[in-house]
């Protein structure tokens, strides 16, 4: 089997050489996932729904959403409301209820907000 050869131009030289320059300083980042990209904002929220959200049967192919009222911990380990709103859809069988806390995770692809509770 012959042996590829490949052609590399000089700014080809050059731009790998900033790169390992770059990644022997340490200035290089950690790679980031393909898809949508948010900036600034959380992967994981928690908080309580502002109304009932259903579950989602198997035979439903779009989960139902409601809003998440979104809190924060305080420096004494209380939870404070942000004032922060996101819509979430529920993937679960059971609904969400307004009177207990859940998380929500963000989808890396799409940026939603997938509801996540103790059965799921």
């Known amino acids: 089997m012959p042996k590829k050869l490949f052609a590399l131009s000089e700014d080809d030289v050059n731009t790998l050489r900033e790169v390992v320059r770059a990644w022997r300083a340490g200035d290089l980042g950690r790679p980031m996932p393909k898809g949508r990209q948010v900036q600034g904002r959380p992967d994981i929220v928690f908080g309580v729904v502002d109304a009932t959200v259903t579950g989602t ?64």
Request: aromatic share 10%; with cysteine.
């Open 57 to 120: 049967t198997g035979a439903v192919t779009t989960p139902a959403s409601g809003t998440l009222s979104v809190y924060g911990f305080t420096s004494t380990g209380g939870t404070t409301d942000t004032g922060r709103n996101e819509t979430v859809y529920n993937l679960s069988g059971t609904s969400a209820t307004t009177d207990e806390w859940y998380c929500a995770v963000r989808d890396y692809k799409s940026g939603k907000f997938l509801l996540t509770n103790g059965d799921t």
